[in-house]
């Protein structure tokens, strides 16, 4: 029987096959999922007019799946394009829930059960991976947070066993689970020669987890590593958190945010209305922007704007549909500048010409607090765990929002007598859980 490892992630999945048996055991390798990238967006687009389907649209053959749909980034692009259809994406935050048995509707009377859109997922999955290794997967470790619940043991022994089944259901007949953090850290855990204490810090796309894990090399020969879990916290804030707040601070105000109406005299001028702003700077609430009745009233709005063309620039992005590529704009200059440099947004898209500086201060104004609040949940994190700071040995970082210097630095300020380790910030669970693959199934 061939193995494989599944990081089936909020925001982000991977999968690890095996590569080779050597005289140490066997190695894996993740498998390249779209194009050369080795982790995939959790994300299925169901696409309901068959005679306009998007770039790479794919069917299924059996009855639960045979929908037409795309899946990873062409599932983001298809719904960014405004083909017509359904996009799903955090998917696993359904497990646990009421939700999970129930059908939702993606279009033309179309519904499909919320656990068969995990399931076609992992479908996807293991299909790109046999591919990728010439040989049919039959047993897999996925990956699971410490909680998927908290504080509801059913619930969260109900949330296991749906990702379970859905697993069995593509093929799996062996399913094991390894707990998140404790993969994240089996990479450093190769390295170090006596016991030690490790925090892991995973910040992704929309939560920020953070978890105490006791690591050493007699402690990575045993496959139950429950135990080794001393704390586990996390706070709902994260990348897109960051993102929305860059664009509300740089982006939209020449769009009119922060604006006011026409001077009246005696009266004061009133603001113009915020809501579309925000809108247009939340990722999943973009499209509601273009709806027609939506577009309808923002261009009868022309007098709440005691700038004209601010209104018009407004009118521009909703017309033609940039939201997302502001959005992006956002992310890269957040990026930029915490990389060291400050920078200029380039806004031409708009308008010829224009263009919204983006500094230190300005970025330390925009997240200070959503900095603030993960640091704090990083201490109650280690608080929980009944120990002090200065028992961490080590810091160690995984998500993709963890790019973000500002963050791991202010991170390493509230564990100075700890070491910061940079594992691969999409792909670190995943090579973990690869390696508990290897251990549990590679010398069977």
């Given at each position: ?291 027609p009745q939506r577009t309808a009233e923002l261009r009868n709005m022309t007098d709440f704007y005691g700038d004209p063309a601010q209104h018009q620039r407004l009118m521009k992005v909703v017309q033609q549909r940039l939201g ?121």
């Amino acid at each position: 029987m061939s193995y494989c490892a599944i990081d089936f992630g909020t925001s982000n999945s991977a999968i690890a096959i095996m590569q080779a048996t050597q005289a140490a055991g066997p190695s894996m390798r993740l498998v390249p999922l779209e194009g050369e990238h080795l982790t995939m967006p959790t994300a299925v687009f169901y696409c309901t007019d068959a005679d306009d389907l998007p770039p790479g649209t794919w069917r299924g053959t059996s009855f639960d799946d045979n929908l037409p749909r795309t899946f990873g980034r062409a599932a983001v692009q298809a719904y960014i394009d405004g083909y017509e259809g359904r996009l799903m994406r955090s998917m696993k935050s359904i497990l646990g829930t009421a939700l999970v048995d129930q059908t939702t509707e993606v279009g033309h009377g179309f519904g499909v059960k919320y656990l068969d859109v995990i399931t076609g997922y992992l479908r996807h999955l293991r299909s790109l991976a046999e591919q990728a290794g010439g040989r049919a997967l039959d047993q897999v470790v996925m990956g699971r947070p410490v909680f998927f619940v908290d504080g509801e043991p059913e619930r969260d022994a109900a949330a296991q066993a749906s990702l379970e089944a859905a697993a069995r259901a593509v093929g799996f007949k062996d399913v094991s689970f390894q707990f998140e953090p404790i993969a994240a850290a089996f990479d450093y855990e190769q390295h170090i020669s006596q016991e030690e204490l490790v925090l892991v810090a995973d910040i992704g796309g929309g939560t920020s987890d953070f978890s105490v894990v006791r690591v050493g090399p007699q402690r990575a020969k045993r496959l139950d590593r429950r135990d080794d879990i001393l704390a586990n916290h996390g706070v709902h804030i994260a990348g897109t958190d960051f993102d929305r707040h860059i664009s509300l601070a740089s982006i939209m105000p020449p769009l009119g945010y922060g604006g006011f109406g026409p001077s009246i005299k005696g009266a004061e001028p009133r603001p113009v209305p915020s809501r579309v702003y925000f809108d247009l700077a939340t990722w999943h609430l973009i499209n509601t922007v273009y709806q027609p009745q939506r577009t309808a009233e923002l261009r009868n709005m022309t007098d709440f704007y005691g700038d004209p063309a601010q209104h018009q620039r407004l009118m521009k992005v909703v017309q033609q549909r940039l939201g997302h590529a502001l959005v992006g704009r956002a992310e890269q200059a957040k990026i930029t500048v915490s990389q060291g440099g400050d920078t200029d947004i380039d806004l031409t898209l708009i308008e010829a010409g224009l263009h919204s500086p983006l500094g230190h201060a300005q970025v330390d104004k925009a997240l200070g607090a959503d900095l603030g609040r993960i640091v704090a949940c990083a201490r109650d994190t280690v608080a929980q765990a009944g120990i002090q700071p200065s028992d961490i040995r080590a810091l160690y970082f995984t998500g993709g929002s963890t790019g973000l210097q500002r963050l791991t630095d202010q991170l390493e300020a509230a564990f100075p007598d700890a070491k910061a380790v940079r594992g691969d910030r999409l792909a670190s669970v995943a090579t973990g859980l690869g390696l508990h693959a290897a251990r549990l199934y590679g010398r069977t």
